[in-house]
């Protein structure tokens, strides 16, 4: 196991996080509209990405039901509004446990036992889960979905894309911080070894069950963050948001972001929502020129690219962009060092 | 009482072509410890090979099946071939993940080529319907259900008695015993591809005859899990069992409880499953507690 590169640590990291930052931060003020949006929604991406990575990269938990707890999160904000009257700043840790509950309630039966089984279980959780949202109209009003107010936080209505775009950084800046240091703690070492080799961890006196549920519940808490933020955002929540492509999505990211690295799981948030984003744009541009009927063939080469990048990435490079990141910078530091 | 026979009927009909799907992932399962999410895929692959061999290219129903067989054996030993045998020795989870993305290639792919909307394959079975005392069965349904039973039923003795069915076993039980005993493990593995890969078209070809040809067609092999997991994973014989189950099971509930619950009875009984009874009616051991 290689350590994450301590990218927020050291006096010229302070100073390279520092930059970041500040881009982020002014960005609203000269970036067109269309990329806050989608840095916004890329935000949101990255701390779903941060919940499966916890899962499956560093306790080697899979999960194929990701999308459909980050939905479990969206309603459960959604209706908090609608019928608890939630504030913002409590609707969105209550998105979150709610869907630690849930997910713990699905995982619990198969937790227990080893190999396939965890896989199945949360498959069957994405389609009972995308089961419930589509057909219990009476709460979630059906594929029709339901409409909220904007958020509100202590009197400030947060309306724009801007705004949120803020909140969505800082919740972002939250859960990364949370992250590095969990995976740097007791905790993050109890589910690398329970990864690494169970029966092991168990000898050495790591109690297994009690680490794969923790894994399990704070992996939907992020999904449960993320779908919160996403139903505050866009302001509405429909159940096709969440189907299962949606599911390959993240576990995409996971796997050419990185598995059980913090850097791989920003990288694989930003590579899986860039890349089908100038899928898009190329089409659109070029579609017409070659008489392809655009709308047709978007969503099924997204399909098989995703994919494609799930296979391929297994096979030749099974850690990901962050592993390719981290040769190329030592690459160039040793050169720079000779030179 | 009539429309509960009736709906019994359909629902086992249905079962037997699980039972069939189930079986060509149970034997890559047994041979090489690799559960391939891709099967759907395969098989909806079949159905458009035999689609377009028959139909586009009007060459009739036999070399259409031809092609469509021939088609789908080096599919699978080009995915065997190139996605699972670099991953050897890899964790499980990885190779499930590896299957996975195989399958979302083929399922793009097939959108791609063929496009989305339902196509009607050339009918292998006859229409008129079935017979049994008082209860009404489909014919097309009754008859892929008699080739699915078949075909299953031969297939369990051919694994059972021979030389191959036994060599698969052993690489089963222990592929590193069997390859010292002189058992070519490779080749297991290819074999058993090519037998998911025959089970994929047949089942492939049959469901597009029942139901209608699209490329969301393999999504039933979500279903097939409760399939395995009832059935037992590493057992050959559990499936049709399970399969009848599983398929009468569905049935039921489309009459009793409305048929939008069908969708998801599955999963259910996965869930239910896995918290009874984790080795299945029919599995031993395997299943690892913690």
């Known amino acids: ?339 | 009482m009539t429309l509960f026979l009736d709906y019994s009927a359909l629902g086992i009909a249905a079962g037997g072509l699980y039972a069939l799907i189930a079986l060509g992932i149970i034997v890559i399962f047994k041979a090489s410890h690799t559960f391939n999410f891709a099967m759907g895929e395969m098989m909806t692959l079949s159905a458009y090979i035999f689609y377009t061999f028959a139909v586009t290219y009007s060459f009739g129903i036999a070399y259409g099946l031809i092609a469509a067989a021939v088609g789908s054996i080096v599919v699978a030993l080009v995915i065997e071939r190139t996605v699972l045998r670099p991953m050897v020795g890899q964790p499980f989870i990885a190779i499930v993940m590896a299957t996975f993305g195989v399958g979302s290639v083929l399922r793009g792919l097939i959108s791609l080529v063929w496009g989305p909307e339902d196509r009607q394959v050339p009918s292998l079975l006859a229409r008129d319907p079935v017979m049994l005392g008082d209860i009404f069965i489909p014919g097309k349904s009754a008859r892929a259900f008699a080739i699915a039973v078949i075909i299953v039923i031969s297939l369990l003795a051919y694994l059972r008695y021979s030389r191959a069915g036994i060599a698969l076993r052993a690489a089963a039980a222990d592929q590193i015993t069997a390859y010292s005993m002189g058992i070519d493990v490779r080749r297991v593995i290819q074999f058993s591809w090519i037998i998911a890969a025959l089970t994929g078209c047949i089942s492939g070809v049959l469901i597009a005859n029942v139901n209608s040809l699209t490329p969301h067609m393999g999504l039933i092999v979500l279903n097939i899990l409760s399939v395995l997991i009832l059935g037992g994973l590493n057992s050959i014989g559990g499936v049709l069992i399970a399969g009848l189950i599983i398929g009468w099971l569905e049935a039921m509930t489309g009459l009793f409880l409305g048929s939008e619950f069908r969708e998801i009875t599955p999963y259910i009984l996965v869930l239910l499953v896995l918290m009874v009874r984790p080795t299945g009616l029919f599995g031993t051991k395997e299943v690892e507690r913690i």
């Open chain 1, 1 to 339: 196991m290689v350590a994450d590169p301590a990218f927020i640590t050291g006096t010229s990291n302070y100073i390279k996080v520092g930059i970041m930052l500040a881009v982020l931060l002014a960005l609203p003020a000269i970036a067109p509209a269309f990329w806050i949006y989608f840095l916004a929604i890329l935000g949101i991406n990255v701390i779903s990405v941060y919940g499966l990575n916890i899962m499956m990269g560093y306790t080697g938990l899979l999960s194929l039901g990701h999308a459909a707890f980050m939905g479990v999160g969206a309603y459960s904000a959604a209706l908090g509004q609608i019928h608890l009257g939630l504030p913002f700043w409590l609707a969105i840790p209550f998105a979150g446990v709610m869907t630690a509950l849930i997910g713990v309630a699905f995982g619990l039966p198969s937790l227990r036992i080893r190999g396939l089984y965890l896989v199945i279980a949360t498959l069957a959780a994405q389609f009972i889960l995308m089961f419930v949202f589509v057909h219990w109209e009476s709460v979630t009003n059906g594929d029709v979905g339901l409409n909220i107010e904007p958020a509100n936080l202590f009197g400030y209505v947060i309306g724009t894309d801007t705004q949120m775009y803020y909140v969505i950084l800082a919740v972002m800046l939250l859960t990364t911080f949370f992250t590095i240091n969990l995976v740097r703690s007791r905790v993050g070492r109890a589910f690398v070894a329970v990864r690494e080799r169970d029966l092991t961890a168990a000898v050495l006196g790591v109690h297994i069950v009690y680490y794969k549920l923790l894994a399990f519940a704070l992996g939907s808490f992020f999904a449960g963050i993320a779908g919160a933020l996403l139903v505050y955002f866009n302001k509405f929540v429909t159940p096709e948001q969440f189907g299962v492509q949606v599911s390959i999505f993240f576990l995409a990211a996971v796997i050419v972001g990185g598995q059980g690295s913090i850097l791989g799981s920003v990288l694989g948030a930003v590579f899986m929502t860039v890349v089908p984003e100038l899928l898009r744009l190329a089409l659109l541009a070029f579609g017409d020129t070659f008489g392809l009927d655009t709308s047709l063939i978007l969503v099924p080469l997204r399909e098989t690219i995703f994919g494609f990048l799930i296979v391929a990435f297994l096979i030749f490079e099974p850690r990901g962009l962050a592993h390719i990141w981290e040769r190329a910078q030592r690459k160039f530091s040793t050169r720079r060092r000779s030179g």
